[in-house]
């Protein structure tokens, strides 16, 4: 069973950065398409950015573009969420996904991490 563990969260001003982690083991990491989801109270999960293992694509919600960048180290089977110039609306749970399929729709999950930025 692939197992992900998040990391990196925590409560920022407004304007500020945070970079989380989530850690993969017990699977092929390089294998997987690697992406971030969110989740803010009384909101559904929504999809954050995406980093594919065959092409290497990203691609980014249009709400964190030119904000969030994010990026994979095979070497370390750790994938990362670089975020910054952060907003009160980006207050979530942030939950890292694994899969083979591109639109995620079967994917392992993290158990998330808590972003709360403060305005």
């Known amino acids: 069973q692939v197992q992900l563990v998040e990391s990196g969260g925590g409560l920022v001003q407004a304007g500020g950065s945070l970079r989380l982690s989530c850690a993969v083991s017990?699977?092929?990491?390089?294998?997987?398409?690697m992406g971030w989801f969110r989740q803010a109270p009384g909101k559904e999960r929504e999809f954050v950015a995406s980093?594919?293992?065959?092409?290497?694509?990203?691609y980014y919600v249009d709400s964190v573009k030119g904000r969030f960048t994010i990026s994979r180290d095979n070497a370390k089977n750790t994938v990362y969420l670089q975020m910054t110039s952060l907003k009160p609306e980006d207050t979530a749970v942030y939950y890292c996904?694994?899969?083979?399929?591109?639109?995620?729709?079967?994917?392992?999950w993290g158990r998330g991490t808590q972003v709360t930025v403060s305005s």
């Open positions: 996904a694994a899969s083979t399929r591109v639109a995620f729709s079967a994917a392992y």
């Open positions: 980093i594919l293992w065959s092409t290497g694509a990203i």
């Open positions: 017990r699977g092929t990491f390089s294998s997987y398409n």
